[in-house]
């Protein structure tokens, strides 16, 4: 079981509005900042967002990230067909003797 | 470019070791934190471990504290991941990827490597 929870799945039509949410708790999300990664199949992780909202070069303005307290989301406006992918929130924790990165479940997003 | 190339998978027995390195190039590895990151088949991403870019901090997960201990050699350029006692729990693609911001970690992995691939099995 994940630190920070995700939903499973997600889905929408081209063009819609989708969010994922990635819940945490004080010491992780709460503390620290929250971080997105997209995975398309067969391929290593993607740094989508960082810094809760912030955009890598490249990224399509399309994607955005947001966090209120213990919670963030991120979310695709404009979906397309090559947005089907994996979604993973992640962030630093500190609760532990040992601080770490912690990471959700991973979202599935359907574009159907 | 930056890159990071991961070597050292293939299939081992349980309880047996391995030793997984990752070459960096394309960039100052010594102002650079490091950590491992695995994911088993199917299954989500798992964070493994953090080094810090002059290797006076490690941090472990729970589920390998113990049994995987990891290094890098600023000299050569290359992180290290020594995994013993391996259990069929690790079988995983094991990734290398660089924090996004030098001197500091938590600020995202913007570079990964290809992965290679661990397999535990009798």
């Known amino acids: 079981q994940s630190v920070l929870t995700q939903p499973p799945s997600a889905s929408g039509t081209p063009g819609q509005r989708v969010t994922i949410s990635c819940s945490g708790s004080r010491s992780n999300i709460g503390s620290n900042t929250v971080n997105w990664y997209q995975q398309l199949p067969g391929t290593a992780p993607k740094l989508l967002i960082y810094s809760n909202s912030q955009r890598p070069s490249g990224v399509p303005d399309r994607f955005s990230g947001s966090k209120s307290g213990t919670s963030a989301s991120l979310a695709i406006s404009g979906l397309q067909s090559e947005d089907e992918a994996d979604y993973y929130c992640?962030?630093?924790?500190?609760?532990?003797?040992?601080?770490?990165?912690?990471f959700g479940g991973g979202t599935k997003l359907t574009v159907l | 470019q930056v890159q990071l190339v991961e070597s050292g998978g293939g299939v081992v027995q349980p309880g047996r070791s391995l030793r997984l390195s990752c070459a960096a190039s394309g960039f100052t590895f010594t102002s650079y934190v490091i950590h491992w990151v695995r994911q088993a088949p199917g299954k989500g991403l798992e964070w493994v471990a953090v080094?810090?870019?002059?290797?006076?901090?490690?941090y472990y997960a729970d589920s390998v504290k113990g049994r995987f201990t990891i290094s890098r050699d600023n000299s050569r350029n290359t992180l290290y991941l020594q995994m013993n006692t391996l259990r069929a729990e690790d079988t995983a693609v094991y990734y290398c990827?660089?924090?996004?911001?030098?001197?500091?970690?938590?600020?995202?992995?913007?570079?990964w490597g290809q992965g290679t691939l661990v397999s535990v099995s009798s």
């Open positions: 992640a962030g630093w924790d500190d609760s532990l003797n040992d601080p770490g990165v912690v």
């Open positions: 080094i810090w870019y002059d290797g006076s901090n490690k």
């Open positions: 990827t660089r924090e996004r911001s030098s001197y500091y970690y938590g600020s995202g992995f913007d570079f």
